[in-house]
T-cell receptor
Framework: ELKVEQNPLFLSMQEGKNYTIYCNYS?????LYWYRQDPGKSLESLFV?????AVKQEGRLMASLDTKARLSTLHITAAVHDLSATYFC?????????????FGEGTQLTVNP | GAGVSQTPSNKVTEKGKYVELRCDPI?????LYWYRQSLGQGPEFLIY????????DSGLPNDRFFAVRPEGSVSTLKIQRTERGDSAVYLC???????????FGPGTRLTVL
């Protein structure tokens, strides 16, 4: 059974600081996704990582994937309050065009002024 | 273009009643997914359709849950004899193409009293 673990689960940081969220998974996969969820809202797709060594960046967020270590990271640079949200990683075991995603528990990020 | 839509946004029902939740995917998306999210947790997979057929229904918790997608577009999740433990946000997602990037709807918050 695939297990996806994120840490930390709760993160409080000051504006302007850097931090990394980690996503570990238990079964070999080279398809990993990061989502953002604001309170009471649905999930917004942030990054799609499809191969070992993949790195994607958007604004202050950068995601990477190491399939050998079964690890993905979401790095936050110079955090701002607008980044406060819950971030989920999700793993897809299939190599085909559609299949279930297995999500981590989420990391609740709070950026304080 | 229009995203995934779900109706109703909120549903309050009594224990033992029958409910139907509707999902309208992004036009042209062949894959459709149902997930369930409890408070403070990541979404959990329920069922996945490719076209009209259920390609994977292994996440449905028991036989009270059933979903259909008769014309390969709109899907309905049906829950019989609802229980208080069914209370959650039910999320629908759709995707197209080989990268399986899933786009989520706003969800239906189901409360069983």
């Amino acid at each position: 059974e695939l297990k996806v673990e994120q840490n930390p689960l709760f993160l409080s940081m000051q504006e302007g600081k850097n931090y990394t969220i980690y996503c570990n998974y238990s079964t070999t996969s080279d398809r990993l996704y990061w989502y953002r969820q604001d309170p009471g809202k649905s999930l917004e797709s942030l990054f799609v990582l499809l191969s070992n060594g993949a790195v994607k960046q958007e604004g202050r967020l950068m995601a990477s994937l190491d399939t050998k270590a079964r690890l993905s990271t979401l790095h936050i640079t110079a955090a701002v309050h607008d980044l406060s949200a819950t971030y989920f990683c999700a793993v897809d075991l299939s190599q085909t065009s559609g299949s279930r995603l297995t999500f981590g528990e989420g990391t609740q990020l709070t950026v304080n002024p | 273009g229009a995203g995934v839509s779900q109706t109703p946004s909120n549903k309050v029902t009594e224990k033992g009643k029958y409910v139907e939740l509707r999902c309208d995917p992004i036009s042209g998306h062949t894959a459709l997914y149902w997930y369930r999210q409890s408070l403070g947790q990541g979404p959990e997979f329920l069922i996945y359709f490719q076209g009209t057929g259920a390609a994977d229904d292994s996440g449905l918790p028991n036989d009270r849950f059933f979903a259909v997608r008769p014309e390969g577009s709109v899907s309905t999740l049906k829950i019989q004899r609802t229980e208080r433990g069914d209370s959650a946000v039910y999320l629908c997602a759709s995707s197209f193409g080989e990268y399986n990037e899933q786009f989520f709807g706003p969800g239906t918050r189901l409360t069983v009293l």
